[in-house]
């Protein structure tokens, strides 16, 4: 950072005056608390982070130190604060994936384009984003989830959140913003899946329990992996999936 752009030591000591008044706040919220999941409580220690963080970042601009405290991530969901008895839910989810094949992929959806009749003669499975296109729209997402390695593709992090309502929308009422009011106060329940689970596993033997809780197999992928045919083709496989 330049000399120019850096805080001033005034603005720093604004900001630990303005972590000391947070820390009183949250203090003060504690000890009056009406239960677990006060509101009150929830409030001020986010009030608490954003001026904790905002001290760390310009003592760090004007004097280069840090704090000892770590920051908490938005890694958590607020209390819930919706229905106790919901009569309508939505099911929230995201799947990263990263293309690792490409060439696979194409094949796969080749193989979708040539057993549709009515498929548009104008090749979209030459292309990558066309591929996707097909493959999509034949498989339903699960599973493209569970066949991810038949299509080329690797997995990467995935979250579902169940979320209450008070009544069902209205048919196309959110279709243009699918995800754009998800009160995080009415999430029922959230479960993500992700390869940071894994780190404190690097050392473990193949047999302890995965990232789903569920005792490990062996890898089926390389027993039953797709071969390319001679025509670049992904060869039938022998069982169903």
């Known amino acids: 950072m330049s000399d120019a752009a850096q805080p001033t030591a005034a603005e720093v000591r604004a900001a630990a005056e303005a972590v000391k008044t947070a820390l009183d706040r949250h203090l003060a919220a504690v000890e009056r608390r009406s239960g677990e999941e006060d509101p009150a409580v929830y409030d001020a220690f986010n009030e608490l982070a954003a001026a904790a963080e905002a001290y760390d970042e310009l003592l760090y601009d004007r004097y280069d130190e840090v704090t000892p405290f770590e920051i908490p ?81 690797e997995e990467g992090d995935s979250t579902l959140w169940v979320t209450a309502a008070d009544e069902s929308a209205e048919p196309g009422e959110w279709l243009e913003a699918p995800f754009e009011q998800v009160d ?6 959230r479960f993500d899946v992700s390869a940071v689970f894994d780190e404190d596993f690097d050392d473990d033997d193949g047999d302890e329990e995965d990232e789903d809780g569920e005792a490990g197999l062996p890898d089926l992928d390389e027993d039953l992996d797709t071969d390319l045919d001679e025509d670049g083709e992904p060869a ?3 069982a169903d999936r």
């Open 73 to 153: 991530g938005e890694d958590t969901l607020p209390p819930y604060t919706g229905p106790e008895e919901p009569s309508a839910l939505s099911v929230l989810i995201r799947r990263d994936y990263a293309v690792a094949e490409p060439q696979r992929l194409m094949a796969q959806a080749r193989r979708v384009e040539a057993a549709d009749e009515d498929a548009p003669g104008a090749g979209a499975s030459g292309t990558v984003h066309g591929a996707l296109g097909l493959l999509f729209g034949e498989f339903e997402p699960d599973e493209i989830a569970s066949r991810h390695k038949e299509f080329g593709l």
């Open 184 to 189: 995080p106060e009415r999430v029922v329940c």
């Open 236 to 238: 039938r496989l022998e």
